[in-house]
């Protein structure tokens, strides 16, 4: 016996060009959806991830702009403000500190970096409370410093693959003309520490000529501490500032909620677009095949009968351009992700899209509910033809 | 009426056709009988009421007034009109259609065309029934064939074997040789009339050529909507080949 499947199948194959532009304009809106809602997901656990791999709820920085300031710190640049590293002490002592550590944030430029050269970033650290603070940091060769005034470096995954150096080898550091030797390299955190060297704190003060100077501090608190009383003490403090990275997260998916708002309207008309395009598409095939629907019903079909035909003709060509879709946000899922770093004034980490299985899901059946509701009227129209009108040849 | 051996009757079943203001009489006050596996022909000039006739017969169209019994069960009558969900359901359980244009899926293949109305509708035991039909029509090495490659005989052929796969009581011919050359023509009634008196089909054939409608038992004649039967003891085709 033949099923409605297989006739609603074969009816769709008889207009090949207009099938496929119909599939095409249901695929790229599932492309859309799917990578809108794979960013939306993706953005917010890069985000997360990136802020929690840091290590600390709080940072002090110097003062002036917070967000520029925590930008910095997860992205790396230029313009730093400094600070006595005495505030350390003071801040360790608040009965809400569990753990401090002093960082100094340096750049310079690097003529080999890049086309046209750019910033490399360097941090200064203490190994011991920096690797307290990121106890998820492993080497994927050797290890920390042997002491804060050595000439050693820790090379993320990143910055290791990039220069080529292996423990052992010696780097140069570009305008200060210092050279290093490699002593760590860690392995791929998926985050700004990938790209980043690290190299004994008081070292670092002492070629930037800084002395006892630091550009942050970060804080670990102690599990459940209000840290909104903490901020208000820590204000008092001179010349410094307090951001906390849950407020910087906040504010980075504040400033990023305006390119999700148009994303989300593109995915919109996409789908309004390719809505039409499936009534347009199941209507004129409609109209087309009248008089064979009529016969339809002589033979024996109800009009729930033909209105099922009609609508798992929708429902096909729907299903196929929503896996179309999502296959095609899979594969260009990078390329997305590529698109959206360079329009994104800050991008955490990792990949920005992240597709998973109950995305897939929710994009296939919003796209199959979408298709089976712009199938409802051409359905409808198909299920009221009435065979005599058909055999007569009356189309309207 | 005596109801027995009775296939379809109707008393005085009139169509009425509004063609703007004008009231136009396609079919008026017709009244008559058809037995159980008779062969029946209409005939009639264009415009007589032959097709609206057949159309009123196979419950694809409500009368405006009078009646249908289909084996003494009244379909129509006092002003009644069906849905055409109860429509459906008298057709698809009753009747066979073949027409003219042959109305055959161009996407799907000749055994696919006769087993279509299956997929809405199945008496039991009509599930081998396709084949075995194409086989009694000489179309089962056809079978995997669409409808654009074969020839126009052929394609009324399927139309015949799909009009009879759900073992239908009646079957209703409109023009069904009307696409067809002289040769073609006679091949399918004559197909109609073995299917009558193999099977015990009742058969209602519409058709302007009297020499096809000779095949009948019985010839009617439209004319301006009312039915006359013909002369009983005219030439018959039917008579001549037995």
């Known amino acids: ?396 | 009426m005596n109801e027995n051996g009775v296939s379809i009757a109707t008393t005085n079943l009139t169509k009425v056709y509004a063609r703007g203001n004008e009231k136009v009489i396609s079919v008026n006050n017709v009244s008559f009988v058809i037995k159980k596996g008779e062969f029946v022909s209409i005939i009639g000039p264009s415009g007589s009421g032959k097709t609206t006739l057949i159309n009123l017969l196979g419950c694809l169209d409500n009368p405006t007034a009078g009646g249908i019994h289909l084996h003494g069960r009244s379909i129509f009558g006092n002003g009644k009109r069906l849905s055409e969900r109860e429509l459906t359901k008298i057709r698809r359980e009753t009747f066979g259609y073949i027409f003219q244009n042959f109305y055959l899926i161009p996407t799907l293949t000749v055994m696919e065309n006769v087993m279509l109305p299956l997929t809405f509708y199945s008496k039991t035991g009509t599930e081998n029934g396709a084949y075995n039909l194409l086989k009694l029509l000489g179309m089962e090495h056809r079978k995997d064939h669409l409808p654009g490659q074969i020839s126009g005989g052929e394609m009324q052929r399927v139309a015949i074997a799909r009009a009879m796969v759900n073992m239908p009581e009646i079957l209703l011919a409109d023009e069904p040789t009307g696409n067809l050359d002289t040769k073609r023509s006679e091949e399918i009634v004559q197909i109609l009339r073995d299917l009558n008196r193999k099977v015990g089909l009742t058969v209602i054939m519409v058709t302007h050529n009297q020499q096809l409608a000779r095949y009948a038992d019985r010839m009617f004649e439209m004319r301006d909507g009312g039915i006359y039967q013909i002369d009983s003891d005219r030439d018959c085709v039917n008579e001549e080949l037995a």
């Open chain 1, 1 to 396: 016996m033949i099923t409605k499947f297989q006739v609603a199948l074969k009816n769709l194959q008889r207009k090949k060009i207009r099938s496929l532009l119909t599939l095409i304009g249901i695929a790229l809106s599932s492309w859309v959806l799917v990578s809108l809602l794979g960013f939306n997901h993706g953005y917010e656990t890069a985000l997360n991830k990136d802020v929690d791999n840091m290590g600390f709820q709080l940072m002090i920085m110097a003062k002036g702009c917070p967000y520029e300031a925590a930008t910095m710190m997860l992205k790396g640049g230029t313009g730093l403000r400094y600070m006595d590293e005495s505030i350390m002490k003071d801040v360790a002592k608040e009965p809400e500190v569990e753990k401090v550590t002093p960082i100094l944030m340096t750049a310079v430029f690097d003529p080999n970096k890049g086309e046209s050269g750019g910033i490399a970033g360097y941090f200064g650290i203490e190994p011991n409370s920096f690797a307290e603070m990121k106890p998820f940091l492993k080497f994927k060769q050797g290890g920390w410093f042997t002491d804060t005034t050595s000439y050693e470096a820790v090379m993320g995954f990143e910055a290791a693959e990039l220069e080529q150096r292996e423990v052992g080898d010696m780097i140069l550091m570009p305008e200060k003309n210092v050279e290093f030797k490699v002593v760590g390299i860690l392995e791929r955190t998926g985050t700004q520490d990938d790209g980043t060297i690290f190299i004994p704190l008081k070292t670092t003060q002492k070629i930037f000529n800084r002395p006892a100077e630091i550009t942050t501090i970060g804080i670990k608190l102690l599990k459940g501490v209000d840290s909104g009383r903490l901020e208000e003490k820590l204000y008092q403090l001179p010349d410094v500032q307090i951001v906390s990275l849950a407020q910087v997260k906040e504010t980075i998916m504040k400033l990023i909620s305006t390119a999700k708002v148009m994303v989300l309207s593109i995915a919109i008309i996409a789908i309004l677009i390719a809505m039409v395009g499936v009534i347009n598409t199941i209507l004129t095939s409609v109209w087309e095949r009248f008089q064979e629907i009529g016969i339809l019903k002589t033979v024996g079909a109800m009009p729930w009968d033909v209105f099922k035909l009609i609508w798992i003709e929708t429902l096909i060509l729907c299903m196929i351009g929503g896996v179309l879709g999502i296959v095609m946000a899979l594969i260009l899922a990078r390329v997305t992700d590529m698109v959206i770093r360079s329009i994104l004034p800050y991008a955490p980490g990792g990949g920005l899209v992240l597709i998973d299985l109950k995305l897939i899901f929710i994009t296939l059946a919003a796209i199959i509910g979408i298709g089976l509701l712009s199938g409802i009227y051409p359905a409808w129209k198909a299920g009221r033809i009435r065979p005599l009108e058909a055999i007569r040849g009356d189309v309207g």
